[in-house]
């Protein structure tokens, strides 16, 4: 799965940052996949990773936690055009998932 995030910076420098490869690490750690320049930003701040052709976000025990469209979780599927924000810092998820489908953005349950 190829994954673009797109940072929505308020100066209008939008970075894009393109994931070839997962699960990818978000942090301010110089040995994160994703570095974030924010202090409000934990060293390994949570974790990027595929579950069935969709993109899941996890808290990694961040200080200040991990919110996907304003609602903090500890694990969430991350759906096209969905806001991650970490820290005082937010991107947009872009990608081809196999599927979209009618939860919330923070139920995992499985289809059986």
């Known amino acids: ?3 673009k995030l797109i940072e929505m ?4 420098h939008n970075r894009k940052v393109v994931l070839e490869k997962l699960p990818a690490v978000l942090g301010r750690s110089s040995s994160s ?4 320049e924010d202090q409000w930003v ?6 990027l990773d595929e579950v069935g052709g969709l993109l899941v976000v996890r808290d ?3 200080r200040h936690g ?6 903090r979780v500890a694990e969430a599927r991350l ?3 969905d806001k991650l924000t970490v820290g005082l810092t937010s991107f947009v ?14 139920c995992l349950a499985t289809d059986r």
């Open 60 to 62: 990694l025990g961040s």
């Open 42 to 47: 934990s060293r390994r701040h949570c974790q």
């Open 66 to 71: 991990t919110y996907v469209n304003g609602m």
């Open 79 to 81: 759906l096209p055009d």
């Open 93 to 106: 998820a872009s990608y081809r998932g196999g599927f979209r489908a009618a939860r919330p953005a923070g």
């Open 33 to 36: 996949q994703v570095l974030v």
């Open 9 to 12: 910076n308020p100066l209008g």
């Open 1 to 3: 799965m190829k994954v």
